[in-house]
């Protein structure tokens, strides 16, 4: 009798288990998605070792496109079976200024939904045109609201030769470096530290670094010598919309040839007088999906839109919601955990 308990206590806590194990799977798979932020390029919003909830039905749920996939590990799949693109309609869409989970659009030669996922701010809607002169973006000939979050790189002089530690903590100041052995560095920094550095006496003044127009850089989309763009000066830029037919001539295919080839799958060639999608000789061409546009906060230090291009609707996972968990690597092991971001939510 006593074996005949124990063999049926084994079988209730074995479906117990399973149970509990496909409830948590479904919840992952349909529901909610943890992230952790590995690296600084949305301080001091997202700090490496911050682990988020992103919210997979905010704007709609998107179906699996990889079905043979590893439970619990995204990296370990077979391509064997991919289902075309299909989200569960929803009544939220994406506003100006949300924190977007997304998967990676420039990685190649991998499904959409095994892409690396980043989470940037979203300022750039479609339909919506883009200019930046000087580090100020317009969106709609209106300027972006920053957050206080926002970082740039500033030029900081002091008086001596070198910052300690305990200067860095008391501004809370995670990165930046020593530029000149005269007491010159770069550290990013919000508007607000950059304020109290001018009230500090150790520092002789604090210079926002900027980039000149007409200083172009191949780093910077669409990489091309016509735009001779860079990070601080750039656009006008239109993001596509799904219905917008758009002029293709050798101006406009830089901005768009990616969408035109690799999101939208058409086969498309560049010759010396014209330009043929689909081996035929064609002067306009009609959106098929919508798209995005996403920078970082710590603007000079980021991997973003400004860098690549567009984000395709059909990439987007969800919302960032909430800091559940948050560890700082650097800390020693009693002072690791960041108590004061536990279930943060983002606005």
Not at 132 to 142: P, S
Request: net charge positive; charged share 25%.
């Amino acid at each position: 009798m006593a074996k005949k308990n124990l063999v049926n206590s084994l079988i209730d806590w074995t479906k117990a288990i399973a149970i509990a194990f496909i409830l948590i799977l479904v919840i992952r798979i349909i529901f909610i998605q943890s992230y952790i932020v590995q690296s600084s390029s949305m301080e001091k919003t997202l700090l490496p070792g911050d682990n988020i909830i992103v919210n997979k039905l905010k704007y709609g749920y998107r179906f699996p496109i990889t079905l043979l996939t590893l439970p619990f590990n995204n990296n370990k799949y077979l391509n064997w079976i991919e289902l075309p693109y299909l989200r569960f309609p929803s009544s939220s869409k994406i506003q100006h200024g949300d924190l977007i989970a997304f998967n990676y659009p420039y990685q190649t030669d991998v499904p959409i939904d095994k892409k690396d996922i980043y989470i940037k701010r979203c300022i750039g809607l479609p339909n919506d045109t883009i200019v930046c002169y000087e580090k100020e973006i317009m969106v709609n000939n209106k300027k972006i609201i920053e957050n206080k979050n926002i970082q740039y790189n500033y030029r900081v002089t002091i008086r001596g030769s070198k910052l300690n530690k305990k200067f860095f903590d008391k501004y809370n100041i995670t990165e930046g470096s020593l530029v000149a052995n005269m007491g010159i560095y770069d550290l990013p920094l919000t508007k607000e530290q950059a304020m109290l550095l001018l009230n500090d006496h150790k520092i002789r003044y604090v210079r926002l670094l900027k980039k000149l127009k007409g200083d172009g850089s191949f780093l910077t989309f669409p990489h091309s010598r016509y735009y001779n763009w860079n990070n601080d000066n750039f656009g006008p830029i239109i993001i596509p919309k799904k219905g917008n037919v758009i002029k293709i001539n050798f101006k406009t295919i830089p901005l768009y040839k990616r969408i035109i080839e690799n999101y939208e799958g058409n086969n498309l060639k560049i010759e010396k007088y014209r330009i043929l999608i689909n081996d035929r000789v064609q002067k306009t061409y009609t959106f098929k999906k919508n798209y995005y546009y996403v920078v970082d906060d710590n603007r000079d230090k980021a991997k973003d839109s400004r860098y690549w291009g567009f984000v395709p609707e059909d990439h987007i996972i969800g919302k960032a919601s909430f800091v559940w968990l948050s560890i700082d690597k650097s800390e020693k092991w009693f002072n690791k955990i960041r108590w004061s971001k536990f279930f943060h939510t983002f606005n």
